[in-house]
T-cell receptor, first 113, second 114 residues
């Protein structure tokens, strides 16, 4: 079946360093790739997304890149801060649907002050 | 608060009982999704509605699960004859239709089956 693989499962960085999380997807029809941040006990929050007609998108310290040929996309966080510590999930649409998402297993990011 | 809301936030039930959860989406959103999340995993798609029509259900979804959105606004998810394996966080999300568009999640209902 369709799936999204996410790496690494845990990531520890020093405050001010950059963090990169990578995802690969299997469905060539996937056309929308959101990233969610989930703090302990809270709801997933959409932080950035990218559509298949775009290769890169940036929002302040956060950027996402997409390589459709290789079927992978990545989240880049620069100048990390302790409040960036959370679990990050990537997701992709699947099965030709216009919105149903399949999620990766998450990356627990720890930013040490 | 104009975000997605869910009720109850927590539910403890005994195995074999039925439970029902409610989701109120963002008012202008005509798509509503149900997901399930277990510890250490990403949300898993269960089903979604566009207005009152249920357009897709996960092939993995047991027949004990049923969802409704009778007037195209709020939705309910019912689990019949609960099992311990149903213990999870049940998340609702909503979005505009015609996209794909951004999905915004509610706070979830944490179900514990004893």
């Amino acid at each position: 079946g369709e799936n999204v693989e996410q790496h690494p499962s845990t990531l520890s960085v020093q405050e001010g360093d950059s963090a990169v999380i990578k995802c690969t997807y299997s469905d060539s029809a996937s056309n929308y790739f959101p990233w969610y941040k989930q703090e302990l006990g809270k709801r997933p929050q959409l932080i950035i997304d990218i559509r298949s007609n775009v290769g890169e998108k940036k929002d302040q310290r956060i950027a996402v890149t997409l390589n459709k040929t290789a079927k992978h996309f990545s989240l880049h966080i620069t100048e990390t801060q302790p409040e960036d510590s959370a679990v990050y999930f990537c997701a992709a649409t699947y099965g030709g649907s216009q919105g149903n998402l399949i999620f990766g297993k998450g990356t627990k990011l720890s930013v040490k002050p | 608060d104009t975000g997605v809301s869910q009720d109850p936030r927590h539910k403890i039930t005994k195995r074999g009982q039925n439970v029902t959860f409610r989701c109120d989406p963002i008012s202008e959103h005509n798509r509503l999704y149900w997901y399930r999340q277990t510890l250490g995993q990403g949300p898993e798609f269960l089903t979604y509605f566009q207005n009152e029509a249920q357009l897709e259900k996960s092939r993995l979804l047991s027949d004990r699960f049923s969802a409704e959105r009778p007037k195209g606004s709020f939705s309910t998810l019912e689990i019949q004859r609960t099992e311990q394996g149903d213990s999870a966080m049940y998340l609702c999300a909503s979005s505009l239709a015609g996209g794909p568009y951004e999905q915004y999640f509610g706070p979830g209902t944490r179900l514990t089956v004893t």
